[in-house]
């Protein structure tokens, strides 16, 4: 069974690097076709897909935000990374790791001060 656990800073300061660890259990995040996905929900507005990190290692990023963000990954830890550039209280949200259609984190809630 794929378990995800999200973990980071709770607060965040404006201008600041917002950095996010999703650790995954029951699979390897290398498994063939396996896709693990970054998605929040900002209060008042739906579900926002902020990118992806393949099998393969490749990347893939949703337009909205993909000037500000970076994914990675470490095989080692098991874990796939989310890194927020330049966060506003805009920003503010719960974040979300997800292997989709099949599992996803209970989430974590991130607030940007000004």
């Known amino acids: 069974q794929v378990q995800l656990q999200e973990s980071g800073p709770g607060l965040v300061k404006s201008s600041q690097t917002l950095f996010l660890t999703c650790t995954v259990f029951?699979?390897?995040?290398?498994?063939?076709?396996?896709?693990w996905s970054w998605i929040r929900q900002v209060p008042g507005k739906g579900l926002e897909w902020i990118g992806s990190?393949?099998?393969?290692?490749?990347?893939y990023y949703g337009p909205s935000l993909k000037s500000r963000t970076s994914l990675s990954r470490d095989t080692s830890k098991n874990q796939v990374t989310l890194q927020l550039h330049s966060v506003t209280p805009e920003d503010t949200a719960v974040y979300y790791c997800?292997?989709?259609?099949?599992?996803w984190g209970q989430g974590t809630q991130v607030t940007v001060s000004s």
């Open positions: 997800a292997r989709l259609a099949q599992a």
């Open positions: 029951g699979v390897s995040i290398t498994t063939n076709n396996a896709a």
């Open positions: 990190v393949a099998d393969t290692g490749r990347t």
